[in-house]
């Protein structure tokens, strides 16, 4: 099972031709994490890292993001 984004075909605006950028709110309600944890995971080498917008601004890419759900799915049946 995967997590998969849809677009509608009439759907040509600006938004569906470039990659969607999410804040810290919807990434933590993505992967139901916290903020401390998604930062320490960054630390870790474990999750997407950010992309600064301003001085005081931050985004993840959508695609990394729903990479990342995708393969903590694939991966709930190996480790015991």
């Known amino acids: 099972m995967s997590i998969c984004t849809t ?3 009439q759907d040509n605006t ?3 031709q470039w990659p ?9 309600g993505a ?3 916290s903020a401390s944890s998604i ?3 960054i630390s870790e ?3 997407p890292r950010q992309v600064r917008l301003s001085t005081q601004s931050v985004a993840w890419l959508e695609s990394e993001i ?13 480790a015991a």
């Open 7 to 9: 677009q509608s075909p």
């Open 14 to 16: 600006l938004s569906s």
């Open 20 to 28: 969607r950028l999410l804040k810290m709110a919807e990434v933590k």
């Open 31 to 33: 992967t139901s994490l």
């Open 39 to 41: 930062y320490r995971l």
């Open 45 to 47: 080498g474990r999750f």
């Open 66 to 78: 729903i990479d990342w759900v995708n393969q903590k799915i694939e991966q709930r049946g190996e």
